[in-house]
């Protein structure tokens, strides 16, 4: 397998939490230069750091400490074939069409094109498949290049790792109640005010529990037979119901799932812990996954072994694998479902701007950007 070609890239948002783990994640890969930065326009005009609140355990890279950032107009950016964007909700969606008109591919971490139709809602860990939709939105949209790719929400991307593994080895899923912790770093900066957190918990995340009963069933559901719209999950019907607290963790989002299998009798848990053990992700190629996807991890989901019985835990697991991966653990008998476990996943990282930049990888590969 041949190295990739060279790739230049923009960061749309890239003062923003997710822009600035975009920002550090591209410095050192190996295909993809960061050639532009975009913010709003109040950053506009400065030097990144000048313009950026840097909130990161490691200085801005020397490679775009002085690049100057520009409003995200697609014009800006013509050096660029790929951008990813890391934008505020508020602003992604008109800016995300323009870029795509312009002919971009565009990689979104923003809520406001998941639900599209034709736009795939990719977790690269599950379903890379789903990129398989991309010459019908772009003939749709009469585009020669130009497309754009949301990954999930943090929550749901965490969540649909170790259950896409589960309906991988055991057949469909009935149920799925799922309780999460998630860390403040997911509201942005500087997001949550600390008077609000602190000795706190706030058992209300806005919108959070309706994106992952929805996005869950998008991403396991296939396309429908003619390969242009998707299926929901509509032959083999899955119901999802979750509960989103915030708590006082600075990154990381800890998830406890229950799971009712369609299979009688349903998998035990030594049965559940290998499968999840040995989920290895459709569409990474796993002999040259290295040199193809070098931001996938090298597990996709890490099992902690029965005697550590109080892992996952967000400070002491969230960076293992560059938080590319999934954490499980306490995986046990559920006395109401069947299974039940705890997992974690880095929220800014698989949970954004890595899925973003594998999914990215991922289409470099399987020749859907166009260079
Ligand atoms: N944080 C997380 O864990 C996750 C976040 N997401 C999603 O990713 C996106 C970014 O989130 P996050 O980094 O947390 O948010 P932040 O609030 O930290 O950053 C937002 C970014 O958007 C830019 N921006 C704001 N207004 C405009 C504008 N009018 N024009 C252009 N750029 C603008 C900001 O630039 P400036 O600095 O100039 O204001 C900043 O770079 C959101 O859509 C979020 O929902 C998805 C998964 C996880
Ligand atoms: N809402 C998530 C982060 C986020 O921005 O999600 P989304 O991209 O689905 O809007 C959290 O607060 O942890």
Known sequence: MSQPKQVNVGVLGATGTVGQRFILLLAAHPFFHTTGLGASPRSAGQPYHRA????????????????????????????????????????????????????????????????????????????SSHLSIIPHQRSLHSLQKGFIVTNANCSTTGLVVP????????????????TTLQA?????????????????????????????????????????????????HSNTPLRVSASCNRVPVIEGHTEIVSVR???????????????????????????????VCPSAPERAIVVHDVLEVDRPQPRLDRDFQGGAGVNVGRVRECPVLDIKFVLLVNNVALGAATSSIINAEIALEKGVIQV
């Open 163 to 178: 259950l896409a593994a589960l309906e991988h080895a055991f057949g469909p899923l009935e149920s799925i109640l799922v």
């Open 52 to 127: 950026v609140r840097w909130k990161q355990t490691s200085p801005i890279p020397s490679s775009v400490r002085d690049i100057v950032v520009k409003e995200c107009k697609p014009e800006e950016f013509a050096d660029c074939v790929v951008i990813f964007s890391g934008l505020d909700a508020d602003v992604a969606g008109d800016i995300e069409l323009a870029f795509r008109a312009a002919e971009f591919a565009v990689f979104s971490n923003a809520k406001n094109h998941r639900r599209d139709p034709v736009v795939p809602l990719i977790v690269p860990l599950v379903n």
């Open 261 to 291: 299998f369609a299979q009688r009798p349903p998998p035990s848990p030594e049965e559940v812990r290998q499968a999840l053990a040995s989920f290895t992700p459709p569409g990474i190629p796993e002999e040259s996954a290295k040199v």
């Open 184 to 232: 403040i770093s997911g509201a942005g900066y500087p997001g949550v005010p600390s008077l609000d957190i602190f000795d706190n918990v706030v058992p209300y995340i806005g919108g959070e529990e309706e994106k992952m009963e929805y996005e869950t069933l998008k991403i396991l559901g296939g396309l429908t037979e003619d390969g242009k719209s998707f299926d929901l």
